[in-house]
Nanobody, 128 residues
Framework: QLQLVESGGGLVQPGGSLKLSCAAS????????IGWFRQAPGKEREGVSC????????KYADSVKGRFTISRDNAKNTVFLEMNSLKPEDTAVYYC?????????????????????WGQGTQVTVSS
């Protein structure tokens, strides 16, 4: 069974950067499109970015375009989310999730129920 573990979250000042990792075990990631989602307190979980099985194409929510970059290293069974120019509104728990499909759907990257495996989340806090 595919298991996902996120890491790399933390506290960062506005304008700062973080790089999140999503490490998979139990199965090869190369059969899965991977999505990053986030959930802020009192809000619904929302799509942030998605990457296809081959590493391209990629998709982003409008709110993070130009600031976040998703990538994957299938040899290391890991997907990354590099976040730059962070804003206080980026504060949330960030989750990665796997969907057994080649390509990502357009935003919001399909229903949450379409993703078969989820990580436990990593907290990102952007504050001065």
């Amino acid at each position: 069974q595919l298991q996902l573990v996120e890491s790399g979250g933390g506290l960062v000042q506005p304008g700062g950067s973080l790089k999140l990792s999503c490490a998979a075990s139990g199965w090869n990631l190369d059969s899965y499109a991977i999505g990053w989602f986030r959930q802020a307190p009192g809000k619904e979980r929302e799509g942030v970015s998605c990457i296809s099985t081959s590493g391209g194409p990629t998709k982003y929510a409008d709110s993070v375009k130009g600031r976040f970059t998703i990538s994957r290293d299938n040899a290391k069974n890991t997907v990354f989310l590099e976040m730059n120019s962070l804003k206080p509104e980026d504060t949330a728990v960030y989750y990665c999730a796997a969907r057994i499909t080649f390509y990502c759907s357009p935003y919001p990257f399909a229903d949450l129920a379409d993703y078969s495996s989820w990580g436990q989340g990593t907290q990102v806090t952007v504050s001065s």
